[in-house]
Nanobody, 125 residues
Framework: QVQLVESGGGLVQAGGSLRLSCTASGRTFSKKSMGWFRQAPGKEREFVAAISWIDYSTRYAGSVEGRFTISRDNAKNTVYLQMNSLKPEDTAVYYC??????????????????WGQGTQVTVSS
């Protein structure tokens, strides 16, 4: 089993910043690509960003490109999501996810095998 634990969510004013962290652990952690998704009330869970374990390549949803940055620290098995210029529409529960079969960067929920419990991000106007 792989455990993913997110932290760093909270309440912030529009235009502010937050940094989310996701630490992976577990005997079967396979060091493949990881991603961030988010789910707003009444909406489906959507892709935010992904990062490769091998070459650090990244991929972003169009709605966050230029404002959010995904990064990782391999030594700590941790992935980060730096969120700048936050908007009220960024309000959601943010989930970390890990793949076990591929290092390819996927925006599909079904590509990911393990999920964290989520952390709430609320952006006030």
């Amino acid at each position: 089993q792989v455990q993913l634990v997110e932290s760093g969510g909270g309440l912030v004013q529009a235009g502010g910043s937050l940094r989310l962290s996701c630490t992976a652990s577990g005997r079967t952690f396979s060091k493949k690509s990881m991603g961030w998704f988010r789910q707003a009330p009444g909406k489906e869970r959507e892709f935010v960003a992904a990062i490769s374990w091998i070459d650090y390549s990244t991929r972003y949803a169009g709605s966050v490109e230029g404002r959010f940055t995904i990064s990782r620290d391999n030594a700590k098995n941790t992935v980060y999501l730096q969120m700048n210029s936050l908007k009220p529409e960024d309000t959601a529960v943010y989930y970390c996810a890990a793949r076990t079969s591929s290092d390819a960067l996927s925006s599909l929920r079904t590509s990911y095998d393990y999920w964290g419990q989520g952390t709430q991000v609320t952006v006030s106007s």
